[in-house]
C-alpha cells in the first residue's frame, strides 16, 4: 500500500462543491487519502452533517474558507481545527449566510440589467431554498442549465466576473483582521489560502505576509495547485522567513464546479502531500 496522502484543502455542496460530505470522505479514501480537511467556504455545515463512523478511517479536520476583502485579486483566509460549537464563529456563519442570499440576489439582477438574462421564477426560489452559502458557482451552473455557457469557467468569464465588480461596492466581505481573529477565538490557526490568488509581486506579498503575522496569521498554503514551483519555492522562502506553518491541498470542488482537479493529487499529479507542518501542529495541540 502506498503512503497515505494529506489533502488540507476541499469543499463540498455546503458551499460550492459538488459532492455531499459523505460523498467526498468516500471519494477521499478512495483516493488513498489518510487526512482531509473539509473547509467549505463561509460554512460549517458540512462539518455537521457527515457520519461519524468515518473517523475510524481516515483522520478528518475541522476546516472553514472564509473570503476577506482585497484591493488586489482575490484573498481568502484558511481555518484549521475549528471549534465549531464556539458562539462566535456560528454568530458570524449566520451573519454570513444571510449575506449571500442578497449577493445573490444582487448579481441575480445585474446579469438582467447588463446580459438581459433572466432565470425562471422557480429556479431562483430553488437556488435561494438552498441548504448551503449561496455563490457564483450557484449561478455558473444555473448559467449552464440556460445554455449561456458551457463550463463554469466560461460562465465567469463571460459574465460573472464583471457582474461581481458592479456589485462589489455591496458586497460584505470581512477584512483579513476579523478572518484571523474569528479562527483565532474559535480554537483555530489561521493560514492564507493559494496567495497565487491576491496577485501581488514578491515584495508586496512579503509586506502583506508581515501585517497579517502581527494580526495573528500563522500559516501559508504553500501546496496549491494553480502554484507552478516557481512560485512554490517563493511561497515556501517567505513562509520560512515570517516562520509560518505550512500548509497545502488541492481545493476539489468536483468534476462539474473543477473537472480538471483531483481529490488527492490537484491538476496532472501536481500535488501529492505526504507531511506538512502545519498539520504536526494540530497533532501535537490535542
Partial sequence: MA???????MHTYYSDGDLSPNKLIEKALKNNIGTMAITDHNTIEGLRNFDNSYKDKIE????IELSAKSLKGTMHILGYDIDIENKSLNDKMHELKNNSFQREISLIEQLKKDYEIEFDYQDIINLLNSNHNLGRPDLAKLLIKYSKAKTVNEAFDKYL????????GINKELDYNEC????????????LAH?????????????LLEKMKLSGLMGIEVYHPTHNDEER?????LA???DFLISGGTDYHGEVTKPDIEIGTGKNNNIKIKKLSLLDEIRNRR
Avoid: R
Wanted: no cysteine; hydrophobic share 40%; proline share 4%.
Fill in 233 to 237: 519555492k517563493l511561497f515556501l522562502k
Fill in 3 to 9: 503512503e497515505k496522502l494529506i489533502d488540507m484543502h
Fill in 161 to 168: 466576473v464583471s457582474v461581481n465588480k458592479k456589485i462589489k
Fill in 180 to 191: 484571523i481573529d474569528l479562527i483565532l477565538k474559535s480554537g483555530g490557526i489561521p493560514v
Fill in 240 to 242: 520560512n522567513k515570517y
Fill in 195 to 207: 496567495p497565487k490568488s491576491l496577485k501581488l509581486n514578491e515584495e508586496e506579498l512579503a509586506t
Fill in 60 to 63: 478528518i479536520i475541522n476546516g
